[in-house]
């Protein structure tokens, strides 16, 4: 399915139907450029398709495009999380364990003045 908004530009489309040639739509395209029609309506001055075939692709461009869309909000998510390299079945991994020493120190501290000394025990 073409989702791609380069893909479901209208001369794509055509071309993909095999409607019109590479070449007609760059002269088309040229003739869009100087005269400020739109593609379709070059297409069907210039008796390369009828307005009919114009209006069909029309429809299908609009479909795909809101196709695009809709997959888009559903998979976008997906995506995102893929990217980020989360899974929605994995859970969450806990923290590792604090691991306290098993030997108490023999170090303790003691307060004289604004100054603090080491003493062992």
């Not at 055509?14 to 297409?43: F, H």
């Not at 069907?44 to 429809?59: P, R, S």
């Not at 590792?96 to 501290?109: A, D, G, N, R």
């Not at 307060?111 to 062992?120: E, V």
């Amino acid at each position: 399915m073409l989702s791609d908004t380069a893909n479901s530009r209208l001369g794509s489309l055509l071309i993909n139907k095999r409607l019109i040639t590479p070449c007609q739509l760059s002269l088309a395209l040229n003739l869009q450029v100087s005269t400020g029609m739109r593609l379709g309506e070059v297409l069907v001055h210039q008796g390369i398709l009828t307005q009919k075939q114009i209006d069909q692709a029309l429809a299908r461009q609009s479909r795909l495009r809101l196709w695009a869309s809709i997959l888009t909000l559903v998979l976008g998510p997906l995506s995102f999380n893929a990217l980020a390299g989360h899974s929605l079945n994995t859970p969450k991994t806990e923290k590792p364990p604090i691991v306290l020493s098993q030997k108490p120190s023999s170090t303790s501290l003691s307060f004289t003045s604004n100054r603090s000394t080491q003493q062992k025990e």
